[in-house]
């Protein structure tokens, strides 16, 4: 915040904020119970500044460039050029250290690039706040709250700034982002001593710390640099960790690598002096090779393409909040989704009233006794009474509100409330009326582990009535049931409802004295009488059809965990292809079983009912133990430890709580199942994207070593200007050239390769399965030795046929500049195969990646160039070929295609065959199988 803007109300206090009474506060802030006006909201923004902390990034540039440069490999090739160097060969020392320099920075470029665009992200999901201006509740962005505003928290919030309570209900905050202590704080309104320490401020609450249960009402006292939080540090951002299970495995793939090839150049240092090379040529030899087998290019690689998958989830509406899960993504097998929002619609329209005096459905235009829809509304005095009062109690006992914007109704608040508001205008009962004539007087709010809600209302005489309504088991315990109608009635009217895929909702209602004005717990405990039910539904989102259907044939299970009642629940999953028989299980039923029995009926059931945070916890670990590797969905607070536990926790942008949002690895931005499951598929293709680059790099490294290595043993030793020589088919810079060039050109594009046409069709990939599977290594050793007996095969060649003719110097620089063609040429139509892994290319359609051949035209640009400009010969100490020798490269290279199209055929027909005998391989789930 800008310094000069501090002079916030918190400023020169002649008594602390937790030393005065509400009141006090509220007078100090020049505010009032029902907040500020919009004007003076505004006003207060221009003089105090937007409520934002100052965040440093912890992807700040020095970071990245020391990881960059925090790399066994630099390492060695930095000691290499310096050896180089020492060993008087200058140009090649220097032209290392470019590589290395130019590397780094390639690499910073791409990763800092990379971390900034994750950082964007947290921005995309906005952090709003409920506050009253005018007396009226609106939903703000936490950015634009000011010193006065009148906020109200609710449990799963996160308090947006310093603010003093002026009013409580069990708020509970934990504070751990200020004080470290995870235990939440119990809150409430008397002053305290003025110099009590910040965690016995029990009348604050401070921003960044969450509401873990209750509501309350509260006046901003400080905003951004001035809260507590700003003024202890600027903060950090929330650490973008790069780092992933992939990323890691490949960190130690290097540092083995750079063992092996340590080695592996002291072995041919030494066969080198063996047999007979001066010490400084065979040195010289050994820097090459550590040259040649180091994977320089291949950390940007990777980064670059997770980087590129969290964009593309971001655009489809999955928000990465932790890197790793974009891999884990990939190897999922069950999606646990909540229903309500996320499979459905949640968009509630009530069906059918019920009450203990008659029955009625509601169409859409009215309502109607049974059977008989009516057209147009009802004027109120035909509606019967009995359901005039459970409408009234569905508007009164209720914070949704309808509003009138642009001239059509718009909704703010629970869906679910919603509909009572719109079933009540239906049968002619003014909402805002019937708010006006019935003065909320208290409240307790709905929350999922109580599935109730209730109000105390003062009529115009005077009289206090307590509206409940809830879930129809929750509501009944509560009522004393007469007229006729026992429980067991009203229980089969339930599930005849819901057993239509209906939500119920039952309402009650009693009077009390007129001198009570709190709602206590035991007030809402027992003696309502029941006014009825309103069922309504909720249709299943059509794209989530469709994306369950895509799950199943991906061989990832859906399993449905909601908070609803068995029999909507099973008519939903019915409806939406997750469980076509069998009846769901409830929570009460999972709480009754012990571990051993939960996991089987976790594995074994896709419908789960009435069901508890504390259930859904259970239900992964459940999952886990059978070695699922699970995505849960969740919005309340208490679904926190659940989001946690799981291997990838979804939380909902939309309506989500903050303190789930911060739990979760991803947050849908729309709330929508359908988002899940293309996150899924995405996290498929980037994974497949990296074993790509990862296949095509490597087997370069490998070609190159190989090259190298065989040189050293078995080419002639040459005597040239009185120095005995190998004869090296390539140099050091050559190597260098193509490690760094052809790579980057040709690996990067395979980053931005399409999805595979069997990606949804396979079995999610085991997260056991190595980086470095079986696959990869036969594939790398097959494609090294093709490519370093081309390359030595047609120097070997190009020497023999010019040496007599041009002698021994300008033939080898012909022969080397033809070994480094035919290895690029190589690498090109290599790198064509990689675009799929076992699939053909041409069914995958050649020109379906139009970077591809941006980065062949590239490279094949920078060859010429390589080959015919007399700088780049100068440098590289090529020589110019004739056009005619450059269609051998290129026949020779395309050896490759036949060569690996024959394995990818072999690999696939036997992995028909062993999909016709065998089992599901392990850690593979028991969803629909089909066969790639
Ligand atoms: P899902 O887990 O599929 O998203 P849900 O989150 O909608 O389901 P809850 O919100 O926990 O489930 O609701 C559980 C039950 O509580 C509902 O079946 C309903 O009977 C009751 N209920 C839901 N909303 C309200 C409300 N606003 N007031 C009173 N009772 C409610």
Redo the contacts with the bound molecule.
Sequence with gaps: MDPTKTSQPSEPPSAPWHALPPEAALERTQSASEGLSEEEARRRLERYGPNVLHRESRNGPLRVLFRQINNPLIWVLLGAAVLAIALGKVTDGLVVLAVVVLNTLIGFIQEFRAGKAIEALSRMVPELTAVLRGGRKVTVSAAELVPGDVVLLGSGDKVPADMRLIEVRNLQVEEAALTGESVPVLKQLHPVEADADLGDRSNLVFGGTLVAAGTGTAVVVATGGATELGRISTMLDEAVDLQTPLTKALASIGRYLTIAILVVSAVLLGVGLLRGYQTSEALLVAITLAVAAIPEGLPAIVTIALAIGVQRMAARRAVIRKLPAVETLGSTTVICT?????LTRNEMTVQALWTPSGAWSVSGVGYAPHGHLLEGGVPVDEVPEAARKLLRAGVLCNDAALQQREGTWGLTG?P??GALLVAAEKAGLGVEELRERFSRVDAIP?E?EN???ATLNEDGQGRRHIFL????EVVLRRCALGDGVTGAQVLAEVERLAGEGM???AMAMKMVSGSHDRLELEDVAEDFSLLGLEGMIDPPREEAVAAVRMCHEAGIVVKM?????QKTAESIGRELGLQAKGAAVTGRQLAAMDDARLAEVAVSTNVFARVAPEHKLRLVRALQAKRHVVAMTG?GVNDAPALKQANIGVAMGITGTAVSKEAADIVLTDDNFASIAEATAEGRRVYDNLIKSLAFVLPTNLGLALILAFSVAFFPIQQVAGVLAPLMPMLPTQLLWINLVATVALALPLAFEAKELNLMRRPPRSPEEPVLSRFVVVRTLLAAVLMAAGAIGLFLWEYRSEVARVGHEVALREAQTMAVTTVILFQIFYMLTCRSLKGSIFKLGLFSNRTVFVGIGVLVLLQLGFIYLPFMQRVFGTAALGWEALGLPVLVAAVILPVISAEKAWRSRRERRRARDREPPRGVPMGPRVPA
Excluded at 338 to 342: E, I, M, Q, R, Y
Excluded at 469 to 472: F, M, R, V
């Design positions: 909540d229903k309500t929002g996320t629970d679910t409330e709905f999922s599935q109730f809600m309504k809830g879930a129809p939500r119920v909702l965990i909601t908070g609803d009642h919005d």
